[in-house]
């Protein structure tokens, strides 16, 4: 790999252009990360609190699931900066500062899964799913670094589409794996461990991962946490953008399945639930790569995060005011496409304004808080909306709003054209 001038290869800023088996692995990684983070949520979760035949379920899965996101909002910059920091030979022979935190993660994960499925009480589904969480968010921010690490600018865009796009492959392909091809929740928890070793483990042991500088290994961080926004206004700004659009999109999905049960009162709620999840995949599916190609053509990557969050607000706003299956279907495909763009764009963008190559990892884990934490906020702030602040329509219009929000922000971003 050519590098900088001046500069070891870890740290160096990429100018030779990825190869399609290293996006495709990459690609594989993810859809197995997301899978494994989406389907206990969606599906294994719930059956198995219920189950457990305890009184207040749905307090009960909130609490797990919000442990599980303060692990993630704690651990993926304090794995990002370890793996900044890694330096580890064998046999006098020196090996990348990723991979091994990429394996760690996914046995982590792994194991914790297989707790999941013997797990005969809360405590125990607690204790799993937080483990599951650190295994993950230890991979989410080894596996997000790859970009900036080895991706050249010119390319990121394209890059972001297809490792976005898992997201929402990762939530239909879990969903029918546990419903379809396995039926038992301690069967499903299983099967999603072997297809997270199945597709995150050749990435991780067949490409290449530089090894880190002795010196540069050694030294403290040069931008603190705390200090980082300050010190990096851009930064910064990224950081709020994802922040809000990700808000935004919390809000706007936590409650569809009661949405099309109380106000548009389809027939069969579940079913229409999964027809719109359908047509957001494919508006996703449809829109990341090629989004992601035509920022990276013109050079431009503002105008496209601007769009993007129209095109969110849009649907928001058609569910606030056209509460009809129809406005339904049409919503599901604006935001898939909607986000599909941003997702790919913003993520390339964002690579572009990290404060320091020997930090990448660090500050893309604070940049994925901005992508946990809404989906604790989310729901404290959805739920007294619903209820008694305006209901749905106060709901959805807020959600485009927030978004909005987010979208212009990122046009004070002064580094990035």
Known sequence: MSVTQGAPAALAEPVVPVRRSWIGLLFAANLGLWMVFFTPVQVLLPEQIDSLGISGKEAALGWVTGLGALVAILVNPAAGALSDRTRFTIKGRAYGRRHVWTLAGTVVSGLSLVVLAQAGNLAMVALGWAGAQLGLNVMLATLTAAVPDRVPVGQRGAVSGWIGMPQALGLV???????????????????????????????????????????????????????????????????????????????????????????????????????MILLYTAGMVGTAVIGGRISDRTGRRKIFVVWSGVVIAIAAILLALWPTWVSCLIGAVLLGAGYGVY???????????????????????????????????????????????????????????????????????????
């Open 343 to 417: 997702l790919a764009v913003d993520t390339a963008l964002i690579t572009q304004v990290l404060p320091a190559a020997v930090d990448r990892a660090k500050d893309l884990g604070v940049i994925n808080i901005a992508t946990a934490a809404p989906q604790v906020l989310g729901p404290a702030l959805a739920a007294p909306i619903v209820t008694h602040l305006g209901g749905y329509p106060a709901l959805y219009a807020l959600t485009a709003v927030v978004t909005l929000l987010g979208a212009v922000l990122v046009v004070r971003i002064r580094a990035v054209a």
């Open 173 to 275: 392909l879990g969903a029918v794996l546990v419903t379809a091809v396995v039926t038992e929740t301690a069967s499903g928890y299983l099967l999603m461990a072997v297809v997270l070793l199945v597709l995150a483990v050749p990435f991780a042991l067949s490409t290449p991962d530089d090894p880190l500088p002795e010196r540069a290994g050694t030294r403290a961080p040069t931008t603190r946490v705390w200090r980082i926004f300050a010190d990096n206004p851009d930064y910064a700004l990224a950081w709020g953008t994802r922040f809000l659009v990700q808000l935004g999109n919390a809000m706007g999905t936590l409650y569809l399945l009661y949405f099309l049960t109380d106000k548009v009162r389809v027939a069969d709620p579940d079913t229409g639930l999964l027809i």
